[in-house]
């Protein structure tokens, strides 16, 4: 949502938005220089989303880890949580 919110209506020229933090990318593959981070992009062009790609992530023990932290946040009322 905050891409949404806050992004997306301003991208008139074809514009990339890269490295979405971990929170908002959950199978997305750790950045490789920042552990806060994603390897995810996403093109917006006229203000509409074009594509979305991501370095799959591949570890199963850290992909339990944030579907349980997700679990946790839906389960305390973050409407974001997946």
Known sequence: RLVSEFVE???RDPTFVID???LMSPLAR???NDSRLTERF?????????CNA??????AAE???RFA????GHAD?????Q
Do not use: W
């Open 20 to 22: 979405h933090p971990v």
């Open 9 to 11: 209506g301003d991208c």
């Open 54 to 59: 991501y370095s799959e992530l591949n570890d």
């Open 69 to 72: 932290d997700q679990a946790k």
């Open 30 to 32: 750790t950045h490789r």
């Open 42 to 50: 996403e093109l917006f062009i006229q203000g509409m989303e074009y």
């Open 63 to 65: 992909q339990r880890r």
């Open 77 to 81: 009322g973050d409407e974001e949580a």
